[in-house]
């Protein structure tokens, strides 16, 4: 077991995730995602478009860039990754919880490959992007790349089940089922991705939209 994973998967590790909830609130506010089974939907389509198509095949290549040390790799990356989006707000915080990400681990963890990608961002060449920031606390940690993976994963599936709790009355016995359910699924996402070993692709308008609209909610608990 790596303790240092285990620490930057928690929830106390200081990125700001708590205040994105990825367009979910906009979803809660219509109506499209209205109770549990709404929630276990929008999980799995987080889990096999968001995570399985861009966010972790961003971490997959992103981790291999770091080992290797192919900074340009790593910017083409990150610049995809923003490309693919196309909510202001969802890159602003992506990169926003990425460089807290960053530089927070390398205080904690230093390391040259941290300290340059950290430069690069410092100069406007590189966001970085979470998935990119994440990869590059795992590569250099001695993270194997698929536990990267899947470890990004349950971050990012345990985030959204925490903005379900505070957008709608599920307790957390239910909150945990839902997380749990869609945590049996991520190992044969990750095992496609690893064996598709391509860029990060994105298709995902439902979310998308949802991001896009968060700004105009009258009222709002996130920021995206």
């Given at each position: 077991m790596n303790l240092e994973l285990l620490h930057l998967c928690d929830s106390l590790f200081p990125i700001g995730g708590y205040a994105h909830s990825d367009g979910l609130e906009t979803?809660?506010?219509?109506?499209?995602?209205?109770?549990?089974?709404?929630v276990r939907a929008w999980l799995a389509a987080t889990l096999?478009?968001?995570i399985g198509r861009m966010e972790g095949p961003a971490v997959w290549q992103a981790w291999r860039a770091f080992q290797v040390g192919d900074f340009d790799a790593l910017i083409r990356l990150d610049e995809e990754l923003a490309a693919l989006r196309p909510s202001s707000s969802a890159r602003r915080s992506s990169r926003a919880m990425g460089w807290r990400l960053l530089t927070t681990w390398q205080t904690l963890h230093p390391d040259s490959r941290l300290e340059r990608t950290a430069a690069l961002a410092r100069s406007g060449s590189i966001g970085p992007g979470l998935p990119v920031a994440f990869a590059g606390a795992c590569a250099?940690?001695?993270?194997?790349?698929?536990a990267s993976v899947e470890a990004f994963a349950y971050t990012r599936l345990a985030a959204t089940v925490s903005a379900a709790m505070r957008l709608m009355p599920i307790g957390q016995t239910d909150a945990h089922a839902l997380l749990s359910h869609a945590l049996e699924r991520v190992p044969a996402v990750?095992?496609?991705?690893?064996?598709?070993?391509s860029d990060p692709?994105?298709?995902m308008p439902m979310l998308d939209i949802a991001a896009m609209t968060q700004q105009y909610l009258h009222s709002r608990l996130f920021r995206s």
């Open positions: 979803a809660t506010s219509t109506g499209t995602v209205a109770d549990a089974e709404g096999d478009e968001t250099c940690s001695g993270v194997a790349r698929r990750v095992d496609l991705l690893a064996l598709r070993d692709e994105s298709f």
